[in-house]
């Protein structure tokens, strides 16, 4: 019975120390970006949020800009063969991504939202209030944040 216990605790300090994930980060590399996948598709099948990731997609579809209080531009990014997220980037705080297209690759930094439609990746931007860890979007050669 003590060795259940014992591995009961065990199993749930690990649990907790990796699907904390606020500040978690993945190095840059081709393993990271199949970590993240893992991870978003962990996060969305058990509806977690408040997940800071990095990985990169390809956007499948752009959307209107959401104009109700900050602006964001948003579209649809295919993380992997079976997920799809919408990000969502704040352009009252950070360069808007105008050369957009439908076929393009995004890298990403920011936090994951879960919602029923697959997610959203959001806080792709500095925080000038200096609470939240910076996110950026990398298009094109160019880092927007």
Do not use: C
């Amino acid at each position: 019975m003590r060795q259940k216990i014992i591995f009961i605790l065990l199993a749930l300090l690990i649990i907790a120390g990796i699907y904390d994930r606020r500040d978690q980060f993945f190095p840059i590399g081709d393993e990271k970006n199949e970590r993240t996948k893992v991870q978003l598709d962990y996060a969305y099948k058990n509806r977690i949020s408040n997940v800071q990731v990095e990985g990169s997609g390809v956007v499948v579809k752009t959307l209107r800009d959401d104009t109700t209080g900050s602006r964001h531009q948003r579209f649809i990014l295919r993380i992997s063969s079976n997920q799809t997220a919408l990000v969502a980037h704040n352009i009252d705080l950070a360069p808007r991504l105008d050369s957009l297209r439908n076929g393009d690759e995004i890298t990403f930094y920011g936090e994951y939202e879960w919602n029923e439609k697959g997610g959203v990746i959001h806080w792709t931007h500095h925080d000038p209030a200096k609470k939240h860890i910076d996110g950026w979007l990398k298009h094109n050669g160019r880092t927007y944040q």
